[in-house]
């Protein structure tokens, strides 16, 4: 079996001379029994990692790179740069004056056993003073809240410029053994001075730990909703990868629900009550979270109607007019939706409207109040305003919700 066997489902169709019957599918986990943790090779994709050439000095350098693609020492063709003007043989450098830059892992389980190593290649060929073009090898395990610096340039840490091409490095861990831990490397020219040679080269980022059956982390958790919202149930596991989650609803699994994460769309009354969990498996063994309790709850009441009320309309599957008989007509795309109180109308933005007549709202000159919620579909910042209708259709009675992102209005 090879890594692209995993994920791979299989199922069994059993049958006889009165019928046939398939069965659950059974899916198949491939992991590596080297107990890897993470491993990264940046063939044409950053595989999780993320640069960012705002940090410290700023206007960094580090991206994908094919510069000394076919060097010895590290895995061709791919690997991270730190500098520009590069070649598949090399020759680049990093002279735009001052700069910096930081390239970040993604968040790392760490399992409890020990030893825990990282290793990487590198290639580094910059200002040997301590105090220039300084490159670090950092970890945080609070989101970056404060850093630990495993190894610094000519300093500790195995760490060293300039290298006779590409060597390998190897960082103990151990100490941060059942954690949760981001990886940083980090590279500043401090000055502009000095800045004429190759620069940074970094690939095969490897965290080894001893295979280890999953450890669930964090549980998921219950959680309460109105009829009508999204929920979401989450988990978070270490163990040797990769890790493979499959999520239950009162015991039975969810078809395609394999994440770390599950999202229940536009719950009922009828779900209140479900226990959600999540199995957690790899090649070493599996393990079942505890159950989470979804709790659906009935909308809130409308608050009472304000005396002197004069029309109503609550949107219950229909445009009536609960107060008089200012019943409205849905025309176009009108739908109704879960809403903030019981159903809502659904606009489409081209041809949907409720059309009320011209005796809604027949106040005379006298003053008045118009309220309703509104949600809108777009992102982008917006004003919604009810007003007066355009000069070219106004009557004494015509009013309308105008949406507007700059200057022009959508009339509903």
Known sequence: MQLSDSGSQFSCLVSNAYGTVLSSNAVLTVGLNTGVMLEAHFENELQGFTIDNTYGSG???????????????????HSLYYGHNETSTGGGNYDTG??????????????????????FNYLLNVESLTGYDVAY????????????TLASKNMFGGLTSPTAGWVSNTVDLTAFAGT?????????TIDGIANATEGWYLDDITITAPPSTP???????SVSAVVGQTVA????????APLSYY???????????????????????????AHFSCLVSNVYGTILSSNALLTVNPPPPCTVPPPRIISWWQAESNALDLTSLDNGTPAGGVRYVPGKVGQALSFNGTDAEVSLGTSAGNFGTNDFTIEFWIRRAARAPSK????????AIETAQDFGICESATAGCRWH
Do not use: C
């Open 59 to 77: 206007n960094g350098l580090w991206h994908l790179s094919t510069g000394r693609a076919q060097d010895a020492g590290h895995s061709p063709i």
């Open 247 to 273: 999520w239950n609803r009162n015991g039975a699994p969810i078809p395609g629900a394999t994440n770390a994460s599950f999202t229940a769309n536009n719950v009922q009354l009828s779900d209140s009550g």
């Open 98 to 119: 001052v700069s910096g830059g930081v390239v970040m892992s993604p968040t790392i389980s760490l399992p409890s056993a020990a030893p825990i190593t990282l290793s």
């Open 233 to 240: 149930f989450s988990i978070s596991a270490s163990g040797s």
């Open 180 to 188: 949760t831990l981001n990886l940083r490397f980090r590279f500043d």
């Open 137 to 148: 090898v950092e970890v945080t395990t609070n989101n970056g809240a404060s850093y630990v």
């Open 384 to 391: 919604v305003s009810w007003v007066k209708g355009p000069p």
């Open 215 to 221: 450890l669930i982390t964090a549980q998921p958790q």
